[in-house]
């Protein structure tokens, strides 16, 4: 079975600091994208960052970074400077390249909550 | 450049009622999918499409149905509405060479 696991339903920071979100995922596939979405109040889903799994160094963007770990199938989200506005839930998921079907695999969530 | 638009934002239904969900993308994508999210969970696939006149099945397809007449269209049917079927519906889309996919603003579904 394909899954994603977020073992953190709930997380909160400080204005201004670092944080880390973690992901492990499990899929018996070699060809695969990661990403981590974030969905505001507005419930809009949008996309914060993708990682391609045979890419060994890990992407970056702006105040957000991930660390990979393909051995490990594990794959963390770490927003620096964190913002007022980075309050969202955030969701981990994959698709598998190549597959018929090419959709997302999410997980459960973890909803972060940024405190002045 | 809309993107992927859907209607209703927002629809209370009695059971047993019907409705289409509409979803439209004007970025001439090949793929498109229809998820519903459940409260405190992450997106569960209900159907997909690779092109128009092509669907399938994803993960959760009971009690929906889908059709894909046109590239820019893709709404989900849903019959005999039932109060499981609460639950927040997203369309997506993305081009058959990338793997970006993007979201509509979601639907809001209510069945009492």
């Known amino acids: 079975a394909q899954t994603v696991t977020q073992s953190q339903p709930e997380m909160s920071v400080q204005e201004a600091e670092t944080v880390t979100l973690s992901c492990t995922y499990d899929?018996?596939?070699?060809?695969?994208?990661l990403f981590w979405y974030k969905q505001p109040p507005s419930r809009q889903m949008i996309l914060v960052i993708r990682?391609?799994?045979?890419?060994?160094q890990n992407a970056t963007e702006n105040r957000f970074s991930v660390n990979f770990q393909k051995a490990a199938k594990s794959f963390s989200l770490k927003i620096s400077d964190s913002q007022l506005g980075d309050t969202a839930m955030y969701f981990c998921?994959?698709?598998?390249?190549?597959?018929?079907?090419?959709?997302?695999?999410f997980g459960k969530g973890t909803k972060l909550s940024v405190k002045p | 450049n809309a993107g992927v638009t859907q209607t209703p934002k927002f629809r209370i239904l009695k059971i047993g009622q019907s409705m289409t969900l509409q979803c439209t993308q004007d970025?001439?994508?090949?793929?498109m999918y229809w998820y519903r999210q459940d409260p405190g969970m992450g997106l569960k696939l209900i159907y997909y499409?690779?092109?128009?006149?092509?669907?399938d099945k994803g993960e959760v397809p009971n009690g929906y149905n889908v059709s894909r007449s046109t590239t820019e269209d893709f709404p989900l049917r849903l019959e005999l509405a039932a109060p499981s079927q609460t639950s927040v519906y997203f369309c997506?889309?993305?081009?058959?060479?990338?793997?970006?996919?993007?979201f509509g603003p979601g639907t809001r579904l209510t069945v009492l």
């Open positions: 997506a889309s993305r081009d058959g060479l990338a793997f970006t996919q993007y």
């Open positions: 899929t018996s596939e070699n060809n695969y994208y």
């Open positions: 990682q391609e799994a045979y890419k060994q």
């Open positions: 998921a994959f698709m598998i390249y190549g597959g018929s079907q090419g959709n997302l695999i």
């Open positions: 970025m001439n994508h090949n793929y």
């Open positions: 499409s690779v092109g128009a006149g092509i669907t």
